[in-house]
């Protein structure tokens, strides 16, 4: 008893020490196989170490051996969740260095179909961020939206996931007959559930206390780091490719990019919610002026790039996807590389959660929406 | 700027450089011991102010490797492409610009986990992927034991 007392009054002996925890590569607020080397004092967060590789996959080498057309599969295996937006960056480095002018119809669907992919990778993002907050609720809500994109992509072209849609020239097959009048439906439905959302998490106090003023990255810091996407546009970084470098049928919709100068965990949660009402709108301008005329332009049977070096960057929900290929005139390419957001973005954790405690390092883990095979590759 | 006054200012700036206008972007090849302080005045410089560093990638050419930064100017908006050569195939070495760019130090261990160039002043260049004793696998003569990508 008297030793517990010498140790309940006696400061010194109470002093904490530096250790490590490793948290990953099981651990679920990582969504995947990420490993991070934290160093902690008590709770506070003194370093971060991410450690990737788990599921490397090789795919850019595996690109030097296939074609074209095949190399499209591999990409929507990188950010399974935005892989529509992966598809189109090669189809359309592909279709640009062969300048291949595609139909408009194929614009018009394809900035469609990058929409609902957003909005479905954002719904996911949504309800993930509350589940790794505490608030398992959201997930369910999340989800059971999220499905209703995922049986129109399912009735369009076979998958849920890994949709495939794209190939070089257009698209694997026309929408289908119920297309415009599900996408219409499902636009109604969730202009209504939006405000839920609000209602459910982002007006709750505790989660406001949890992300208001956590995870601080200036925007000197995003820009150095490369934090593109959401995650960028919350520190005040302009990137949107949408605006700045517009592909498809983005020239023709109006639309805001979503800035925010608050720089934390709350922003770049605001900035999401605040794009998916931008996605909406986007659609809508869109879905009933789908032109009429094909929905592929004939491409030879072995797509073959002159030689020379080719480079595409597409938007999707994470950031900036860059295509990089080099080819040698054959109909694989010589070197294919991807310049994935989530890579980026990743290395940044350790600038923006230093300082915090451990349960805000998922927090902002939670804010960067990472998707771990997109960093591996 | 516009690709041709870019390439003009480029040409002004750099003579001993090797500038091209590519099929997208203006293409700079800069000798590798000019490379470090290339990048510091297209980051600093106010005409250019290239400010984000977009990609690094690494390509195996038969005759020299290459490593290819695509840099953008996030108040000018324009983009252009910087690349350096190295003969070595056995050690091949190139400063690093992680001081210039933050991102580089990541996409650099990269480039070093896959195709095993070293960047010179790099203060943690560790294999990012792959274990230690790896080889190179985006390297064109990287032996593909398991057989991963040819069957």
Not at chain 1, 131 to 146: E, K
Not at chain 1, 236 to 246: E, I, T, V
Not at chain 1, 323 to 346: A, C, E, Q, W
């Amino acid at each position: 008893m008297s030793e517990i007392k010498e140790v309940m009054f006696n400061s010194d002996r109470l002093a904490t020490d530096e250790y490590l925890v490793n948290m990953g590569p099981q651990h679920p607020s990582t969504h995947g196989v990420l490993r991070m080397l934290v160093k902690l004092e008590g709770e506070k967060v003194l370093n971060i170490q991410p450690h990737i590789g788990y599921i490397h996959s090789g795919i850019e080498k595996m690109c030097e051996a296939i074609s074209y057309p095949q190399i499209i599969h591999l990409t929507d295996r990188m950010d399974y969740l935005s892989a529509h937006m992966n598809n189109e960056a090669v189809a359309l480095c592909v279709e640009n260095a062969l300048q291949v002018e595609v139909p408009e119809r194929v614009k018009y669907i394809r900035t469609i179909m990058d929409e609902l992919a957003r909005l479905a990778s954002h719904q996911l993002w949504w309800c993930v961020m509350g589940m790794d907050l505490g608030a398992l609720t959201t997930f369910f809500y999340g989800l059971r939206d999220r499905e209703m994109i995922l049986d129109i992509f399912e009735e369009t072209c076979g998958a849920r996931l890994t949709v495939n849609y794209n190939l070089p020239g257009g698209l694997m097959f026309d929408i289908h007959p119920n297309f415009q009048k599900r996408v219409k439906d499902f636009i109604t439905y969730f202009r209504k559930k939006l405000p839920e959302y609000d209602q459910l998490l982002s007006g709750n106090v505790i989660f406001r206390e949890r992300t208001e003023g956590i995870g601080h990255l200036s925007l000197a810091d995003a820009i150095a780091y490369g934090v593109t996407g959401p995650s960028g546009r919350a520190s005040g970084f302009s990137n949107d490719l949408r605006k700045h470098q517009p592909y498809s049928a983005y020239p023709l919709v109006k639309f805001n990019e979503i800035i925010d100068h608050r720089c934390d965990t709350l922003a770049r949660y605001e900035v999401r919610m605040k794009e998916m009402h931008e996605s909406l709108s986007i659609i809508e301008q869109l879905i009933d002026n789908i032109p009429e005329g094909d929905y592929a332009v004939k491409m030879k049977s072995v797509i073959k790039l002159p030689e020379g070096e080719f480079y595409q960057r597409v938007e999707t929900a994470r950031g900036e996807f860059g295509v990089y290929i080099v080819s040698d005139g054959k109909k694989n390419p010589y070197r294919v590389k991807f310049r994935s957001p989530g890579f980026s973005n990743l290395f940044a954790l350790n600038k923006m959660a230093k300082g915090h405690k451990i349960a805000d390092l998922v927090a902002i883990m939670s804010t960067l929406d990472l998707v771990i095979p997109d960093i591996d590759r | 700027m516009t690709q041709d006054e870019l390439k003009a200012y480029l040409l002004d700036k750099f003579p001993s450089a090797e500038i091209t206008l590519g099929t997208q972007y203006v293409q700079m090849i800069v000798a590798s011991a000019d490379l470090h302080q290339t990048a510091t005045l297209l980051k600093d410089a106010k005409e250019t102010s290239f400010d984000y560093l977009i990609c690094l990638s690494g390509v195996d050419y038969p005759e020299y490797m290459e490593v290819i930064y695509h840099l953008e100017s996030v108040s000018l908006r324009h983009v252009m492409v910087l690349k350096v050569r190295t003969k070595d195939r056995v050690n091949p070495a190139i400063d690093t610009v992680s001081d210039i760019w933050i991102t580089a130090k990541y996409h650099e261990r990269e480039v070093y986990d896959l195709l095993g160039v070293h960047f010179n002043n790099h203060n943690d260049l560790r294999r990012l992927f792959l274990e230690d004793g790896w080889g190179f696998p985006l390297r064109k003569d990287y032996v593909d034991e398991i057989r991963i990508v040819e069957r």
